[in-house]
């Protein structure tokens, strides 16, 4: 039976990190003339959660970036104007 739990040797500390590296990476948006169309953080965080080899529990990492999405959108975050 295949478990969700980091690996034992993980600190708490690596695993609160990459929560906030998630967060962080969610708040990316790419925006053309004043308005945000490309939640770019969040694709490039769901191509890395699929990828990650020591993986969180993927439904937290997803979270983490929809919340993170959400907070990009209302202007916390970083926002690359094309």
Excluded at 21 to 44: H, N
């Amino acid at each position: 039976m295949a478990s969700n739990k980091p690996p034992a040797n993980e600190y708490d500390s690596v695993y609160f990190l990459k929560v906030l590296l998630y967060l962080l990476l969610g708040t990316v948006w790419i925006a053309f003339d004043e308005k945000k169309y490309i939640p770019a953080g969040i694709i490039i965080g769901i191509l890395i959660a699929q990828h990650e080899r020591l993986q969180l529990d993927r439904k937290i990492e997803y979270a983490m970036l929809i919340v993170g999405g959400l907070l990009g959108l209302v202007g916390i975050g970083l926002t690359f104007w094309l």
